[in-house]
């Protein structure tokens, strides 16, 4: 595996992880504790197995990020469509930049009345704070999206463009924001300022998407950028007065959702990163059976499938992306596998 992922085109990572893929994934047949169900698994043997109690929906960050924020639309999405016969109830386990929702789902192994939503730093913080558990110990569900990143500043920046921002980083140790130290958010700064050949970004870490936001719109700590995702920044751009204004996208075509449909690629404006994205995906404790596990992927496909939620992701540009079974496992296995490379390059372990 080439470690300079983060300075490679996206179609040479790709290439790179394709490969490796070939024996990871036969390590991860061979270690897996059942056989792998599909989406389109036995509905028969998934009746029989449903929950007898309300269910915990782990969330890994504090309230108002984007995961807070798609897990409890999801969980709507469950109550109202009754696609389980317990409540699904959202909670916040935010801490250790996700390492507390960690351990505290690893725990509950084999039993099926929890499930977590997961973003990047399901992998970083597992991977930098040498924690005693893989990604790969838990039972995978589902990805229900990818969630682009945008290059954020407050509306009164001088900057217009992508290439403004990588021309003043450039000049200037610029003070920018996002949700961890060692994280996704982090990740995507210092490829920048790898790729970009800019001076090191002073990096302030925040508790969550909602405080990145707030934390350029106010200026605070001189900050002067973030790459929230899009619904991170929706509100405070459409504030009156704007608070936050995109520059560029870091996505291989324009967002098509209608209030960001006119925005640019950062790649149209000179920065070549458009092949990074956050995992919107359920993972449940470590030992679910067949059985449970395919109940969660028949739940989340018909949360996928559901109207509610695909106008959930055209309002927040989220690009559309089910993921379960076999397919899902070998996703974990690349994304795992990318940021141990991630980590590696910026010498995080």
């Known amino acids: 595996m080439e470690v300079r992922v983060m300075s490679r085109p996206a179609i040479r990572i790709t290439a790179l992880l394709a490969a490796a893929l070939v024996t990871l994934s036969a390590c991860a047949t061979a270690n897996a504790p059942s056989a792998t169900p599909t989406s389109s698994g036995s509905a028969t043997?998934?009746?029989s197995v449903q929950p007898t109690h309300p269910v915990e929906f782990v969330i890994s960050t504090a309230p108002g990020g984007g995961s807070d924020l798609y897990a409890r639309a999801m969980a709507t999405i469950i109550e109202t469509k009754k696609f389980s016969p317990q409540p699904v109830t959202p909670l916040n386990k935010e801490g250790g930049s996700g390492a507390v929702a960690f351990q505290y789902v690893y725990e509950?192994?084999?039993?099926?009345?929890?499930?977590?939503?997961?973003?990047?730093?399901?992998?970083t913080t597992i991977?930098?704070?040498?924690?005693?558990?893989?990604?790969?110990?838990?039972?995978?569900?589902?990805?229900?999206?990818?969630?682009?990143?945008?290059?954020?500043?407050?509306?009164?920046?001088p900057w217009k463009t992508g290439q403004d921002f990588i021309n003043a980083a450039k000049e200037n140790s610029l003070t920018v924001a996002?949700?961890?130290?060692?994280?996704e958010d982090e990740a995507l700064f210092r490829r920048i300022e790898d790729t970009m050949k800019t001076k090191p970004f002073t990096y302030l870490s925040q508790t969550s998407g909602a405080t990145v936001a707030a934390a350029v719109a106010g200026h605070q700590g001189g900050v002067v950028a973030s790459v929230n995702n899009p619904s991170e920044g929706l509100t405070l751009y459409q504030a009156s007065p704007k608070k936050l204004r995109p520059l560029c996208a870091f996505m291989p075509a324009s967002p098509t959702t209608p209030i960001y449909s006119t925005l640019p690629t950062c790649s149209?404006?000179?920065i070549p990163i458009d092949d990074?994205?956050?995992?919107?995906?359920?993972?449940?404790?470590?030992?679910l059976s067949q059985a449970q596990q395919q109940f969660w992927i028949d739940v989340?496909?018909?949360?996928?499938?559901?109207d509610e939620w695909k106008k959930f992701m055209s309002d927040n540009a989220l690009q559309p992306s089910f993921k379960s079974g076999l397919e899902f496992r070998q996703f974990i296995l690349q994304y795992q596998q990318l940021h141990q490379d991630i980590a590696t390059k910026f010498k995080w372990v």
Not at 178 to 183: D, M, S, Y
């Open 45 to 47: 043997a998934a009746a």
């Open 108 to 123: 509950k192994t084999g039993d099926m009345h929890y499930v977590m939503i997961t973003l990047n730093s399901f992998f």
């Open 127 to 157: 991977i930098t704070q040498k924690l005693a558990f893989k990604a790969t110990d838990f039972t995978p569900v589902a990805n229900l999206a990818l969630d682009p990143f945008f290059l954020w500043v407050n509306d009164d920046s």
């Open 178 to 183: 996002g949700t961890g130290a060692k994280q």
């Open 268 to 270: 149209s404006q000179g």
């Open 276 to 287: 990074y994205f956050i995992m919107r995906a359920i993972m449940a404790p470590p030992g």
């Open 300 to 306: 989340f496909k018909k949360v996928y499938d559901s």
